[in-house]
């Protein structure tokens, strides 16, 4: 291989005048996150509404929750994100479009929204399947003590769904941060898009890409001996995950 | 809403849309589906071999591929592809590698971490008394993984690799990030050039999602059939 390596490029100052190529990698690492976490909260909000709309006796709101999911989990994040931020403005009437335009900072609130109701469809099918594999028992017992629907899901389902979903809530928490790299395409400097900066001003590829790379990884291990924490702790005694 | 919406710059760019964009999509899905379902049984079997090493680099391949960005992932294939065709061919110089060639390795190396999960589910679903039969019955290591755990693996998971295709087909739309014309940067492209995003992006998703939708569907009744049988 002729490929020059030299290491030390990190601790040399980038063209952007913003510090070092450290500095600006760990800057969009710092967006990363920030993103992923406001796009989380949405998913959530989202995803638990729409997961529970889908498992209610109504019709009307199954059938809105499947329309829901259905729409979200079809279409490439890509051309979502693409709709968001230059179909939507375009559509709406004048004045809201130029409003929506001119908002600073709009790639990040874009993104944060794809995203979040992106992965709020995904969010919704886990809720789902979680309130699904509770025993019916469960369901029919709080019916015969009297619970109305709303009080059967507050105070019965539920408490036991939030806490059987944390170990897939944490595999989409990991898919919501690596989603936040397709932002890049609207423009949003996160860290794979500071990765590719770094490599375009300095030509040192592998060493920019490593760098992103652990830095992923560094997260990703974060995340997922954080949220070990979080599951033994909340664990339910006498089910599969609990002890 | 749709006062100025122009129908006519998608008629007139149909045919570059299909025949160039949709063939490279497709043809990019389908070639790194196949590649991907062979490496991630390869890398399954590697993983229940039983020996160490063997397992331990299948699960950190796994692990990697998975714990990373496919956009990341593209751009280091895009960049690395041609240093390891250099090296693999002993050129003086970095290998040219086409568009189609480097996607197509990203992807089947990309999603083989995804399909091997998926593999190693259906291969540990079996029962244990099938090998241990095949065994008695004198069967070697590879004709009892040939001739009786991966048919049955495989069929029982189909459902799961369909879907996870169709994963893979939205997720084709990516090489965007390299300016490559499949079907979405196809219409980017025009959109771009006729000034049209509006209609080029609703298009597409259109697209997308009636293809998406359909094949879901199919996934849908296979999975109903095999479950019948069972």
């Not at chain 1, 179909?87 to 001119?102: A, D, F, M, T, Y």
Request: one cysteine or more.
């Amino acid at each position: 291989m002729n490929y020059h390596w030299n290491w030390r490029v990190f601790w040399e100052p980038a063209p952007n005048g913003t510090g070092t190529y450290l500095d600006m990698l760990l800057s969009g690492l710092v967006l990363t996150i920030e993103t992923a976490i406001r796009a989380w909260v949405i998913a959530l909000i989202f995803g638990a509404v729409i997961g529970v709309m889908r498992t209610l006796p109504s019709r009307t709101a199954s059938s809105i929750g499947f329309a829901y999911v259905e729409f979200f989990r079809n279409m490439p994040l890509l051309v979502q994100l693409f709709l968001w931020f230059f179909v939507l403005p375009e559509i709406l009437p004048n004045s809201w479009g130029l409003w929506l335009k001119q908002i600073p900072n709009s790639p990040f609130y874009t993104a944060t929204i794809g995203i979040g109701l992106f992965m709020s469809a995904r969010v919704a099918e886990q809720t789902r399947a979680g309130i699904n594999s509770l025993p019916r028992g469960q369901q029919l017992a709080a019916t015969a003590l009297g619970l109305t629907t709303a009080q059967t899901y507050r105070y019965v389902l539920l408490p036991m769904t939030l806490r059987i979903m944390l170990p897939p809530l944490t595999s989409e928490f990991l898919s919501t941060i690596k989603n936040t790299s397709v932002a890049i395409t609207i423009g949003l400097i996160e860290l794979t898009a500071e990765a590719r900066a770094m490599q375009e001003f300095s030509f040192q590829v592998f060493e920019a890409f490593t760098a992103a790379t652990i830095l992923y990884l560094v997260v990703n291990i974060v995340v997922v001996i954080a949220m070990r924490f979080v599951e033994r702790g909340l664990a339910i005694p006498g089910y599969i995950t609990g002890k | 809403m749709f006062a100025n919406f122009d129908f006519d710059v998608i008629r007139r760019s149909l045919s570059y849309l299909f025949f160039d964009g949709m063939t490279f999509t497709l043809t990019l899905t389908s070639l790194a589906a196949f590649g991907g379902i062979v490496f991630g049984t390869l890398i399954a079997l590697m993983r229940l071999s039983g020996y160490w090493l063997p397992g331990r680099i299948a699960g950190l391949y796994v692990d990697l591929m998975r714990s990373l960005p496919l956009v990341l992932v593209i751009f280091w294939f895009y960049f690395l592809v041609p240093y390891i065709g250099q090296w693999l061919t002993g050129s003086s110089r970095p290998v040219r590698v086409g568009a189609f060639a480097s996607s197509l390795i990203t992807f089947t190396l990309f999603e083989a971490a995804y399909f091997s999960e998926i593999m190693r589910a259906g291969i540990q679903s079996i029962s244990k008394g099938q090998p241990a039969a095949a065994q008695a019955l004198g069967l070697t290591y590879s004709q009892t993984m040939r001739y009786v755990v991966l048919p049955q693996a495989f069929r029982n998971m189909l459902p799961v690799l369909l879907t996870q295709t169709i994963v893979l087909f939205q997720d084709t739309s990516l090489v965007y990030v390299l300016s490559i014309p499949d079907f979405l940067g196809a219409a980017s492209k025009v959109a771009q050039r006729d000034g049209r995003l509006v209609e080029m992006y609703l298009f597409s998703a259109v697209v997308y999602f009636a293809i998406s939708c359909v094949a879901s569907f199919g996934v849908r009744r296979l999975q109903a059939r095999i479950a019948f049988v069972h």
